[in-house]
């Protein structure tokens, strides 16, 4: 192109399309996670869905908890818990600190616990989404009750992957100049 060569790769996903195919949402769910298998395996390869294998499953069920975890998001079906955070030697530690975690919630209420959703989120790329309604549910909304408590910190956890989102920092300056809540009571651990 324009005198340069590029060598260029493609991974392929196949799915078988039959009598029993339930639905096209059903295809392209089950290439998608033939692809992913393609790409995993090294990339530049064809995989074929095979639905009674162990890795298909958990890609299914991966891609299923994605579908959930965007539904989660519009239904605001996540719940923010607070852990206390205390020093092993308190040496006259003024104030209280709390680390504020996300739950999600499932279609009875019940609470699933991370390493139930954020692997599919970090496959799917959606942990940029969870971490701005964390973000924004802690800023925005919880700011002012924070700022009610005499030295009180929250810490958050904020994806690695977060992190590669160049509009990150303007989207937090804008939460912080549309709340009470003083940057200087928020902090921002990373996830490993």
């Known amino acids: 192109w324009q005198g340069k060569v590029?060598?260029?790769?493609?991974?392929?996903?196949v799915s078988q399309v039959d009598a029993t195919t339930a639905s096209a949402e059903a295809v392209?769910?089950?290439a998608d996670v033939a692809c992913q298998a393609a790409?995993?395996?090294?990339?530049?390869?064809?995989?074929v869905f095979l639905q009674d294998t162990g890795e298909a499953q958990?890609?299914?069920?991966d891609f299923r908890m994605a579908a959930r975890i965007r539904e989660t998001i519009e239904k605001g079906r996540f719940?923010?818990?607070?852990?206390?955070?205390?020093?092993?030697?308190?040496?006259g530690a003024r104030g209280r600190s709390l680390e504020l975690l996300v739950r999600m919630l499932d279609d009875n209420g019940g609470v699933l616990t991370p390493d139930t959703f954020i692997p599919a989120a970090e496959r799917f790329e959606l942990m940029g989404s969870i971490d701005r309604w964390v973000l924004g549910k802690v800023i925005g909304d919880?700011?002012?009750?924070?700022?009610a408590v005499p030295n009180l910190r929250v810490a958050v956890n904020l994806s690695a992957h977060?992190?590669?989102?160049?509009t990150l920092w303007r989207y937090l300056a804008e939460?912080?100049?549309g709340s009470r809540l003083s940057p200087s009571r928020v902090t921002l651990e990373l996830t490993e």
């Not at 958990?58 to 069920?61: E, I, K, L, V």
């Open 6 to 13: 590029y060598e260029v790769g493609a991974s392929a996903g």
């Open 28 to 30: 392209l769910a089950e």
């Open 39 to 47: 790409k995993a395996a090294g990339r530049g390869r064809v995989s």
């Open 58 to 61: 958990r890609h299914m069920s």
């Open 79 to 91: 719940v923010l818990y607070a852990q206390e955070i205390r020093a092993i030697a308190d040496r």
């Open 142 to 147: 919880f700011g002012p009750a924070i700022m």
């Open 162 to 166: 977060s992190l590669n989102d160049p």
């Open 175 to 177: 939460l912080f100049r």
